[in-house]
């Protein structure tokens, strides 16, 4: 599903952020992405997101080739691929509901459709019973599952995650990873940037880990 060939992404000021990187990710498949701070996580993610090009080497997508991707095709691929943040970037003057149907609003979807979407989205991870209440009344929790359900709202075949604990208490880290895990059983390929390295350690998943850029492990 997601396969780096001998990639490397170099800024203009010459800072290579990943070198040399090779991994594949198979379809339905959920794996960590690990590393210290400025290892490359967030890089390696947006070279998926197509906000970033590699410098070198090939990034796939199944069986497109993301080097090849034109601009005017990057909206139509990035519908394949949900992401969720360490801070999920609510709208605070629209309800739960309208910010999980944004997406749908955006591809021009019939309002009975977008109805029907969000809603499935929202009762997938338990908040079904907010969907008219506005972000500022939820807890951190909450609104990180309002972020959770905007990112599977289109039904991705894809669920990218950047530190998405990040501001969360152990026992809401914990609810938060078993929705991802959730969504990884029913078909999501699930790809998550972290380093809370005992999360990591309580799931049997794939680690890929990431040193100054370089991918030194990518091991069971």
Known sequence: MIRFDNVSKRYGEGHDALTAVNFELAAAEMAFLTGHSGAGKSTLLKLIMLIERASRGRVFIGDHLLNQISSSQIPYLRRQIGVVFQDPHLLMDRTVFDNVALPLQIMGMPLRDQGRRARAA??????????????????????????????????????????????????????IMQLFQDLNHVGATVLIATHDISLINRLNKRVLRLDQGRMIAAVE
Request: avoid cysteine; glycine fraction near 10%.
């Open 122 to 175: 929202l009762d997938k991870v338990g908040l079904l019973n907010k969907e008219k209440h506005f972000p500022i009344s939820l807890s951190g929790g909450e609104q990180q599952r309002v972020g959770i359900a905007r990112a599977i709202v289109n039904r991705p075949a894809i669920l990218l995650a950047d530190e998405p604990t990040g501001n969360l208490d152990p026992e809401l880290s914990a609810d």
